[in-house]
Structures are given as structure tokens and as C-alpha cells.
């Protein structure tokens, strides 16, 4: 007969729990609690708890915010997937050493301040840049086009930012596929196209979705994204929590903002445990 081991608490993770409640339970619980207090009439919060913050959702005008929030995440995360997956399984399939390569100049360009690389965007699109000459010289336009400060110009510059994260989510899922699958396949007469469908695309399905995570969450939120390439013309969830927060001083209303964004960030992870049959995302990374 066995003998049962039980678990024992090791000192060892005493310092992990302090850093968790420290950088992170501690600062949640702060932000909820902070979502019901009542704004200041001058500054900060009052003792009093209210609802009124939350209610506050509900007005049109914030609505419109979330909804074009969600519409520039999920754009932004189908054209990472769309232009990230090939990527990720050409360099997957490489020789080790080519792999190693493409990799490296894939991380390179990020190496440097996110800001000088999407400015170098902005010098690029301007409506006197670069893209614009080479179509008034090539003969396509005859009057320069405005590339920036739309809905578009965010979605290209979430995209330039983010794609890495969907690159190696994917690569990392190609990368332990078993290849002997794929070859089965073709030998019980599939096509390279239904080989992929019914082998390739379910078994990297893990990836796909981490990499959707990891991009969707990251472009609801990234604020300078939107003031650079949207001039302050395309409002998302995290340019409103910074104007709350910082120029508004309406701490209430940016703590319940967070809070949403916190609850669409614990209901994709929960979606993807559910879809990839328990496993986290560090698995896949």
C-alpha cells in the first residue's frame, strides 16, 4: 500500500507570495475598492460608496469608446494572425540555424524605444512622407493621400507593435508539431491543403489562441499607440483611463475602467484554458 505524501508549504515560494501580494493582489483589491468610492469635489475620493462610477458605463458616449476599443483589438488581432501565422510557420520549419536567425532579426528592431520605431512610422505616412513621394513619383496619385490620424493608421501601428507576440506564440506552437502526423496524412491521400486544416491548424490551435491573448489585451490598452498614429482622433479604453486618471482627476470612473479591462483580460484567459484543455499560456511561450 502507498503511503500518501502530503503537500508541504516550502519556504522557498515564501518570497514569490510576497512579491504576488505586493505587485499584485494588493494593487487589484486597491483599484476595486477605489471604483466605488465617490470622486472629490476638488480632488482625490471621498469615504462614501456608490455605484455611481459604474453607472457612468452606461452613457452613450463611453459605450461608443468600449465598442471602438473592441472593433481596433480584434482588427489588430486578425491582421497579426493573418500575417503572423505564415511567418511563424515558414521560420518554424527552417533549419535550426536559419531558424536562430530569423528570430533574431525578427527581436532586433525591438531592442530600441518602442516611440523612435513608430515615429519612424509617422515620418513614413505623413501626408509630406515617404510612401506618398514614391506614388507622386511613380505616377499612382497625383495629390498626396492622408495615411494618418484614422482608425487605419492605429490598427498599422498596433500591428508594427504587437505582431512580435503573435510570431512567437504561433512558432512556439509549429515548432513542437509532430511531423509524423502530417505525413500520415499525405499518406492516406490528403492534400496539402487538408493536411493543414485537419492536422496543422487544430494542433497549433493553443498558439493561435495565446498569441490572440497576448495581442488583444495589449491594443485595448496602449494608449500612445492611438495618440500617435490617431491624433488624438480615435478615443480607446486606455487613452479614456488616462484622461480619467491623469487630466480629469476622476479616479473612481478610471479605477472602474481598469476593472473592465481586467475582466476582459480574466475571461480570455479562461476562454483559452477552456480551449486548450487546461494548459496556461507560459506552456506555449
Known sequence: MRNSVKPRFSLAILPMLVVVILLVVIPVFFIINLSFLQRGESWGVTDNYTLDAYLKLLDPTYLTVFINSMTVATLTTAFCLLLGYP?????????????????????????????????????????????????MWLGIIKQPMRMLYNQQSVILGMVYGLIPLMILAVYNSVEKLDRTLLEAARDLGASKVQAFLSVTLPLTMPGIIAGSILVFVPSVGLFFISDLFGGGRELLLGNLIATQLLNARNWPFGAVLSVVMLLITLLLIRLYRFFSGGKSIGEML
Not at 106 to 120: D, T
Open 87 to 135: 511567418f511563424a510557420y515558414i521560420a518554424a520549419v527552417q533549419p535550426k540555424r536559419i531558424r536562430n536567425i530569423i528570430l533574431m532579426l525578427l527581436l532586433a528592431p525591438f531592442w530600441l524605444n518602442s516611440l523612435i520605431r513608430l515615429n519612424g512610422w509617422l515620418l513614413f505616412l505623413r501626408f509630406d512622407g515617404v510612401f506618398n513621394n514614391i506614388l
